[in-house]
T-cell receptor, first 112, second 116 residues
Framework: ELKVEQNPLFLSMQEGKNYTIYCNYSTTSDRLYWYRQDPGKSLESLFVLLSNGAVKQEGRLMASLDTKARLSTLHITAAVHDLSATYFCAVDNTGTASKLTFGTGTRLQVTL | DTEVTQTPKHLVMGMTNKKSLKCEQHMGHRAMYWYKQKAKKPPELMFVYSYEKLSINESVPSRFSPECPNSSLLNLHLHALQPEDSALYLC???????????????FGPGTRLTVL
């Protein structure tokens, strides 16, 4: 059974600081997704990572994938308050339709 | 049209009621999904429809009954629910019905369900 773990579960950081969220998964996959969820809202797609070594950047967020280590990272550069949300990674590894297994989620709080 | 819509936004129902959730997309996507999300937890997959056929049922109780009338619509029929079924129900769609290099899922806004 595929397991996806994220750490930390909760992250409080000051504006302007850098930090990294980690996503580990238990079985082989080369398709990993990052989503953002604001409180009471739906999930917004951030990044799609499809191969070993893939790196994607959007604004202050950068995601990478290491399929050999079964690890993805979401790096936050110079955090701003608007980045406060819960971030989920999700791994897709099935042969019929896409079945996403979500990580535990990381609740990010950026303080002034 | 690049979005997934869901109705209603909120639903309160008793344990003896029958209600339905509706999801619609007009992006030509061939797979549609239902997820259940409890507070402070990740979404949990319930059902997957691929090319309008049920391809995955994650051992969901029969009081939840999915239906895919056509490639753009997905319903979730609810009957005799329990209070523990209260949650945010999310619908999603993706372009491909089978595994592909990139089958990104796009989520609707969700229906917040409360069972009394």
């Amino acid at each position: 059974e595929l397991k996806v773990e994220q750490n930390p579960l909760f992250l409080s950081m000051q504006e302007g600081k850098n930090y990294t969220i980690y996503c580990n998964y238990s079985t082989t996959s080369d398709r990993l997704y990052w989503y953002r969820q604001d409180p009471g809202k739906s999930l917004e797609s951030l990044f799609v990572l499809l191969s070993n070594g893939a790196v994607k950047q959007e604004g202050r967020l950068m995601a990478s994938l290491d399929t050999k280590a079964r690890l993805s990272t979401l790096h936050i550069t110079a955090a701003v308050h608007d980045l406060s949300a819960t971030y989920f990674c999700a791994v897709d590894n099935t042969g019929t339709a896409s079945k996403l297994t979500f990580g535990t989620g990381t609740r990010l709080q950026v303080t002034l | 049209d690049t979005e997934v819509t869901q109705t209603p936004k909120h639903l309160v129902m008793g344990m003896t009621n029958k209600k339905s959730l509706k999801c619609e997309q007009h992006m030509g996507h061939r797979a549609m999904y239902w997820y259940k999300q409890k507070a402070k937890k990740p979404p949990e997959l319930m059902f997957v429809y691929s090319y309008e056929k049920l391809s995955i049922n994650e051992s969901v109780p029969s009081r939840f009954s999915p239906e895919c009338p056509n490639s753009s619509l997905l319903n979730l029929h609810l009957h005799a629910l329990q209070p523990e079924d209260s949650a945010l129900y999310l619908c999603a769609s993706s372009r491909y019905g089978t595994i592909s290099p990139a089958n990104e899922q796009f989520f609707g806004p969700g229906t917040r369900l409360t069972v009394l």
